[in-house]
């Protein structure tokens, strides 16, 4: 069964690069007022999960947290 | 354990291949994530080479980036300015809260979607770039020409700094990252960078437009800290960016496979950006991050006050992280390079960075087809004495 993935972000920690945003648009976007990143859909498609993982790896500040759920 | 640790002195700059740093790292690499660093100035700090040891020294909260905890881990002709506390608004040399305040006020300014409005004005500054290349040559030098411009720019635009004193500025920041500017040649050069962004702060103050300077004197920051920001930003956008697309398009075009590749599919273009970003990490000397208590890395103890120097070259080079990783493969997965830094500390103009690279490379291989460099690499002067590393200059033609 594929993992479910659900995302948490810290946006006090985020230090509005876009590097989660330029990763992984489907996933993530940034606020207009301070770059801080908003997340679009917080339990992405298993299509989703390597760019999303790739997101949360490069982000620079540790700000995006993945929990990896098995689905039953 | 101990008498395993590498110890060198100083940081080494001696590259024997221009596009790859100096052996003496990867050398070092081999032997252990974290060696001895004998500055200098006789700090005993260290240096790490390895790419994951890299990125969590850099993400780590127990390390601080303030102006204090400064040795320069190569001879340079002016004195040491460490102990010398972080002048207000320099925001790259503080660390949170403070530091969190400014890039809270300056993130917005460089997202994303931000950046991509910004697309149209980066295309006509590089598409005049090359209607002048073409009215004077070839040939040309591509530094001058076209890498240097575009940045400068746009980083004025944005800041609001007229265009006709961005000449001026250019040499004084050229002074102030280069190892060999005396004290007094340093000292002017600032004094000079920063009068000015002081009085345009005032001007912008008396009489807001719609640049970022003009936008900020809305915050609660003070005319010192926005002047110290402003000089931050300036110098940052004037020094880096230009460095990183003449050198990429240097090494593109020392690898004519890897130009081949592009030039049939250039969806590959924003991959390539990052590989030769990677490839080419142009910050070569520092970061560096002084330890505010003592810290454990890899079973060594860093102790409190201690610097630790990353070097970012050798991180992108780590063969652990990168399958042969001096190999430029535009193709590969770039995922977790640190050539804009790691941590919270990561450029603030990369977004910019990367809008100006996709858009500078795109014109110029469209427009200029068969373009060449016309020294072999050996005989292409090299910055390795300036912060920012780079092309002094790169001569080119093209097809006519
Ligand atoms: S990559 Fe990280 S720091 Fe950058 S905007 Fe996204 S969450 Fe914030």
């Known amino acids: 069964m594929p993992d479910q993935l659900k995302i948490e972000t810290d946006v006090d920690v985020c230090m509005g690069t876009g590097v989660c945003a330029l990763t992984a648009p489907a996933v993530f976007t940034q606020r207009e007022d301070d770059g801080t990143v908003i997340v679009r859909v917080a339990t992405p498609g298993a299509e989703l999960h390597e760019v999303t993982q790739a997101a949360a790896y490069n982000c620079p500040s540790g700000a995006i947290r993945l929990n990896v759920s098995e689905t039953p | ?400």
């Open chain 2, 1 to 400: 354990m101990v008498e395993m640790i590498p110890e060198i002195h100083g940081l080494p700059m001696t590259r024997s291949c221009p596009f790859d740093p100096p052996d003496e790292l990867s050398e070092l690499r081999e032997q252990a994530p974290l060696s001895r660093l004998i500055f200098p100035d006789g700090h005993r700090g260290w240096l790490v080479t390895n790419h994951a040891l890299a990125r969590t020294v850099l993400a780590d909260p127990r390390f601080s980036n303030r102006n204090e905890f400064r040795h320069w881990p190569v001879e340079r002709a002016r004195t040491q300015t460490r102990h010398v506390p972080t002048l207000p608004g320099m925001f790259s040399r503080l660390d949170p809260p403070e530091y969190t305040r400014y890039r809270r006020l300056l993130a917005g300014q460089f997202t994303v979607r931000r950046m991509a409005t910004l697309e149209p004005r980066i295309t006509e500054i590089a598409d005049a770039c090359v209607d002048e290349m073409l009215r004077v040559g070839p040939p040309a030098d591509l530094q001058r020409d076209f890498a240097v411009p575009i940045p400068s720019q746009m980083i004025c635009e944005l800041i609001g700094v007229p265009l006709e004193d961005r000449e001026a500025f250019l040499e004084r920041t050229n002074v102030l990252v280069d190892m060999k500017s005396t004290s007094t040649g340093s000292g002017h050069a600032w004094a000079y960078i920063h009068d000015y962004v002081r009085k345009l702060v005032a001007a912008k103050r008396a009489d807001p437009g719609e640049d970022l300077l003009s936008g900020l004197t809305e915050s609660d920051l003070t005319d010192e800290e926005l002047t110290g920001a402003g000089v931050t930003l300036i110098v940052a956008g004037l020094e880096s960016t230009a460095n990183m697309i003449a050198l990429g398009i240097h090494a593109l075009l020392q690898n004519p496979d890897q130009l081949a590749l592009l030039l049939d599919d250039m969806t590959l273009l924003e991959n390539a950006i990052e590989e030769l970003v990677r490839y080419q990490t142009i910050i070569h000397i520092g970061p560096f991050r002084g330890a505010l208590e003592d810290v454990e890395l890899e079973g060594v103890q860093v102790k409190r006050g201690e610097v630790v120097l990353v070097s970012l070259p050798a991180a992108n080079r780590d063969p652990l992280r990168f399958d042969d990783p001096d190999r430029l493969d535009l193709r590969r997965t770039t995922t977790g390079h640190v050539g804009f830094g790691h941590g919270i500390h990561q450029c603030i103009g990369q977004q910019l960075a990367r809008a100006e690279l996709r858009i500078g490379y795109s014109v110029l291989l469209r427009r200029l087809p068969g373009l060449r460099v016309t020294l072999p690499p050996e005989e292409i002067a090299m910055r390795h004495d300036m912060g920012v590393y780079g092309v002094k200059s790169l001569p080119v033609e093209w097809d006519a």
